[in-house]
């Protein structure tokens, strides 16, 4: 029963343990968050991050790639941390380069927004806004209330799982609400934001290699 | 004062204990290890003529130096360094203070009558203090005396109180005196120019030494005064302290392993007279009470005899519980009844001092924010509500009523559950008996040695060998080894010992010169930021809609409440409106408020020498042997514990099992003190986990510690025996810090320090955003792309040396295999075991497994029920 599948809208997907989104009619699987160079921002600004957490990230995303095939990769925002990190970009186009055949669109987000458009358009293609396939919003930002069903990022979220003693631990979750689904975020070097319950939301945690949805 | 002093028709009547009488300066045999070095000869023109001027302004206020004070200046006057050992309301502040104004009165040089403060004479004492709250207190103290001798001196403060104006003002010109935190100085030395501004500087004098000496901004100093002996080689150190264990050593930690100097101790009577407030009907008295409110009218009573009085909580959250049920039951005295603490407003803090000072309070709720100060002299009476965690800390708290020298201090302590009834009465004792806590000073952090080397990077830069040279002169790095040394370079400059692991960082680089400078203005801006961010979790500044500055509240607290919600602060009922940029808004309203903010830190342990003290009194109970009337009152809820479990001998180590749906529940009275049950809560804890093969949950107070387990387990004297062995300590240490989160959690303090983690306080520049992760973000970062890093390493030596010190816990191991392990089975909690099991809500636990390991477990748990929920 792991990965779990979900019905959305009429869609079927798949909640991947490794934070992303995989959605087989259409070939296609979407992550978001993922903060590439946030650790060489952090060490160009005097903060010693160690190296390795991108070329991890990179790594992981081959990984979903070689085991479901995808002819696409949808990035829901925050492809990139800062304005350093656009050297970080060289990475990703030779990343790219070993998947030649793969197209990259991203929905940008908010920390998109520090690096030059022309800089991003060379790994990938980038989505106008508001982008709408199968009649789904795919976006960077979640909405409070969804006039239509929408997939997002941008929050991290996470949910708390309840120990034996009554002490709690937090862990990345996938939010499903009746008209969205909130994707935690995919980079390593991130942190989160713990959500709350509410009425017809699911939330499904993904730690320790397991997607469970959690009540 | 003496006998019973029933006050009719009250809830309660005050046991008027005997009078402890202590003589301040009698030396006890605790403290056999001082010995006092022969007055050096005086000067030959003794009395020279500034100690003549000095003595001449003091009878014309009707003052006589006392010896103790002469002898500090003799030995200051010849050049000499050293540390005062004086109660608070001794005239100490002088006998430090004096010997550099009879310098400069002495000397030749006319004194100008001037008005403007540049022209002032320049800077010459730099005065420490760990408080900034106390800065002010104590720059109008140094003003008295320079205004006194008519010296053209100017006495300022600078702390993080101060404005940026007469900062700027500060960096052209030091006043002659400058008041300060060892956070500002250190903030002081990272300017490039401070060299010349700091050279001119004779004497640094650190008051309160005691409340420094076992932290890290006292290693913070420690460095600080290194410098300024860098700079100025003939620096005189003086400190004061109060009463403790080790005060020799402590005089030693100041000085630094390349001084000597001489411990001085002012011979003055200070009587100290505790006092307990006993509750009418005790059987009723829950054991882990509710903050003690219900004795509220009782205390009520004692506020509304005449006079003011202090009102000493353990935490601020309890202030603000005790200011809001005084002012409900006695809302005439708005405007009478005060709050302080440290998360309060500069501003609110010092109307609060101020009106204190003048005697217009009736009383003020605080914190151990005004456990220290000079000048209270107008306080009455002090309550103490709650434990008081240790002797000396109780001593200090009694010491601020009867402020003037000779009088006698006081202190009622209000319980908050009747076991510190018991801790009332064993402080007494330990007070009458002089066993007074020592403190133990730190061993080389690494996290503030990387934080100092950018700090003097900045601060005009450093070569490699004077630098290590400088820092050998400390306490703290007297034995700083070359390869750490290099670490700390690597760190700074490379960010670790390999190149790769961390490209585009640096800190501090190379001039070309052979000097290591900050790398950047930009970098050097940053760091001033990071650093006096020592304690404090992140927070957030608290306005009013209008624009009105409340204080500081912990970023976790607000993060829970959301835009609507009110609390309680500063005494008022709160409505938040939003949170921006580090900034919490809010309104008030008058509606009663739900929530007390629970600020993180401020929560003592217990000393293990009080531990030990209630442990004597609990085995004389135990014998039927009642001495005061607090032990004579508490003694039904003693007989209950007796009956439905034991009450522990001397000798005897119990051991409670109890079973509930959470599971088996041991309880170990080992009466040790949190810090050492901590330790033994993860050794055990490790241990039982491997027995039982199950998640282990260790909880821990002053007293004992709980271990939770959710697997049924039968543990008989043998298993606890080898649980609780000596053997293979060190390997099971070990093993049980890699498998715990402690070395994480011991992290978060560690990377604020080194400045992995930015400071997010109010004025933090907006830029900062992009570059916030928490400390555990780091942690495991390091964890898995760089773990050899040594600042993981020293959190984990910082667990090992201060949670789990291993020779104290051998040392506990070895106390406890000497004891009869008693095994009762009580069919409910009992009275002793009620509030370590409470406890647990507070968090005070370890868990004995990996972060990964557990999540992994919760995660198996929750696939195992959803499949059987499956349809």
Redesign the interface.
Known sequence: MNPPSIQFHGQSFQLLPDRALHWPAARTLIIADLHLGKAHTFRSRGLPVPAGTTERDLARLSALIEAFRPERLLVLGDLVHAREAESTLDLLCEWRAGWVALEVAVAPGNHDRHVQAESLSRACRLLESPYVEAGIEWSHHPQEKPARPIVAGHVHPTVRLNDFDGSGVRVPCFVVDPNQIILPSFGTFTGGCAMPRAEGRRLFAAAAGRVVETR | MSGIKGIPGRLYHLVGCAKVGVRAGKRMPTITSMKRVEPVEPPACFPDAGTTLLERWLRSTGRVPFAFQRQTWTRYLAGGSGLVHAPTGSGKTLAVFGGPVIERLSEDAPIKRTKTRNATEPVRVLWITPMRALATDTAKALTAIVQGVGLNWSVETRTSDTTATTRQKQRGRLPTVLVTTPESLSLLISYPDSREMLAGVRAAIVDEWHELLSTKRGVQAELGLARLRTVNPSLRTWGLSATLGNLREAHDVLLGPRQTGELIHAELPKETSVESMIPESIERFAWAGHLGIKMLNPVIAELERPGSSLVFANTRSQTEIWFRAILDRRPEWLGQVAIHHGSLDRKLRQQVEQLLREGKLRTVVCTSSLDLGVDFSSVDRVIQIGSPKGIARLMQRAGRSGHRPGEASRVICVPTHAFELVEFSAAREGIAHRRVESRRPLEKPLDLLVQHLVTIAAGGGFDDEAMKAELRTTHAYRDLTDEEWTWAID?VAR??PTL????????VVHDGAGRWIV?SER?AR??RLSVGTITGDGVVGLVTTGGKKLGTIEESFIGKLHPGDTFVFAGRAVQLVNVRQMKATVRQVSRRAGSVPQWAGGRFPMSTMLADAVRRRLDEARRGVFEDEEMRRVAPLLRLQAAWSALPAHRELLIESHQTR??HHYFLFGFLGRLVHEGLGALVGYRLKRLADA?V?ATYTDYGLEL?C?APVTIDEPAWRSLLSTGRLVEDLLACLNAGQLARRQFREIARVA??V?ATSPGAPRSNR?????SE??FD??T???PG?LLLEQARREVLERQLEINRLKEALLHLENQSIVITRPARLTPMAFPIWAQ??G?Q?IRVEE??E???R???K??KA??AD?P
């Open positions: 760190f960010g670790g790769t692991a961390y490209p585009q960082f640096s800190r790398a970098m940053m760091h959470e599971g998640p949950v939770l959710p400045g992995l930015l992009q570059l916030q992760a928490s973000l780091f970062v390091f898995d792309f760089d890093n647990r809500i968090s636990t972060a990964n557990r999540i992994e919760m995660i198996a929750l696939e959803a499949v499956a």
